[in-house]
């Protein structure tokens, strides 16, 4: 569960201050799809890096799974974020040289698991998103809706509790975001899965949507 209270965020530079989260409370019970909507330049990435344990908050509380993360050091922060959270974004950064498979067995590694598992694992997330005959290939042999569903099949493959997805179909079509739509929410079931977008069709498959304006949830 996500709880945040008075949550506000404040960037310093050299000529002003930006006042960008000005007072956030919101729940957000496990297992849920929510949506953010919002202007570009409204915060949506600086609450969606709060929330994924990239960034701290100026002032305000924010509880995650009953842990008080505003009182946590970086250190503890950095490591609670890769037991719990995966992030998607619009760019899907899968590494060019890697195979599809390769690309979301990476994390598997990073996060130490066994090798004899994390075959079995990849190949498992790559059913759940519908690419098991696409494992094979590079980026560059894939679509865009394909690499962002490989994108997602390796934010999932490590289990996250918390999804955090940032405009993940800001650089597709229509027919192409249909279908990482309907992976997100059909792979993405059983996660908390925080989801930022321009475009306000999409909101017919969140549980909750919610609208950042003037600093304020809506
Ligand atoms: N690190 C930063 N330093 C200063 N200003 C920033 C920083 N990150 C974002 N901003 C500013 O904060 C505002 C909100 O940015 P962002 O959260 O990326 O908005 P959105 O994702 O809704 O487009 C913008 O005006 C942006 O320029
Ligand atoms: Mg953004």
């Given amino acids: 569960m996500i709880r945040l209270f008075d949550l506000r965020k404040t960037y310093k530079t050299r000529h002003e201050t930006l006042e960008v989260l000005k ?3 919101l729940t957000v ?3 849920k799809f929510v949506m953010l909507l919002g202007e ?9 890096n709060i929330l994924g344990l990239l960034d701290t908050p100026t002032s305000g509380e924010y509880w995650l799974d009953e842990v008080p993360i505003h009182t946590l050091t970086s250190k503890a922060r950095t490591d609670l974020r890769r037991e719990k959270v ?13 195979t599809a498979r390769e690309n979301i067995e990476l ?4 996060r130490g698991v066994p090798k004899e598992e994390r075959g079995e694992r990849v190949e498992a997330v790559l059913r759940e998103v519908g690419l098991s005959a696409r494992a094979a290939h590079v980026p560059s042999e894939l679509s865009g809706g394909e690499q962002q569903r490989i994108a997602i099949a390796r934010a999932l493959v490590v289990e996250p509790s918390l999804l955090i997805a940032d405009e993940p179909t800001g650089n597709l079509d229509k027919s192409t ?7 997100l929410t059909e792979a993405g079931r059983g996660k908390t899965v925080f989801m930022i977008t321009h475009n306000e069709e999409l909101t017919a ?6 609208a950042l304006r003037a600093g304020l949830l809506a």
């Fill in 23 to 25: 007072g956030i409370t």
């Fill in 86 to 98: 995966s992030f998607v974004f619009q760019s899907f950064n899968l590494i060019p040289t890697m």
């Fill in 205 to 210: 498959y969140a549980d909750e949507v919610y």
């Fill in 40 to 48: 570009s330049g409204s915060g949506k990435s600086t609450l969606a």
């Fill in 177 to 183: 975001t249909k279908a990482v739509m309907e992976t």
């Fill in 29 to 31: 019970p496990d297992r």
């Fill in 107 to 110: 994390p598997l590694g990073y």
